[in-house]
């Protein structure tokens, strides 16, 4: 299974985004997606999960700007990120989850917001 993250790029503070994430190769449908991020010198960090059921959690960083949605095509997941400020700058890797087989992660997207 190999999951494909786009969407990054270089935004201005204020501005907005949509990520994206696609897995190929896979004969089940992921329990929970998820977006983590990772700044520069830093640990990955969770950003936000959704079950199958909608089900939907954020980091308190986040919450209120940003939106986890799941697309109608299988393991699809989206990321809708408003209001981005410098902090928000890094590396974002979506991850999908199976039991049993556990978890499964993209390349990544790399996401600049400028001052």
């Known amino acids: 299974v190999q999951l494909q993250a786009s969407g990054g790029g270089l935004v201005q503070a204020g501005g907005s985004l949509r990520l994206s994430c696609a897995a190929a190769?896979?004969?089940?449908?992921?329990?929970?997606m998820a977006w983590y991020r990772q700044a520069p010198g830093k640990e990955r960090d969770l950003v936000a999960t959704?079950?199958?059921?909608?089900?939907?959690n954020y980091a308190d960083s986040v919450n209120g700007r940003f939106t986890i949605s799941r697309g109608n095509a299988k393991n699809t997941v989206y990321l809708q990120m408003n209001s981005l400020k410098p902090e928000d700058t890094g590396i974002y890797y979506c991850?999908?989850?199976?039991?049993?087989?556990?978890?499964?992660w993209g390349q990544g997207t790399l996401v600049t917001v400028s001052s």
């Open positions: 190769g896979s004969s089940f449908t992921f329990d929970t």
């Open positions: 991850k999908g989850n199976k039991r049993p087989w556990g978890d499964f």
């Open positions: 959704i079950t199958r059921g909608t089900s939907t």
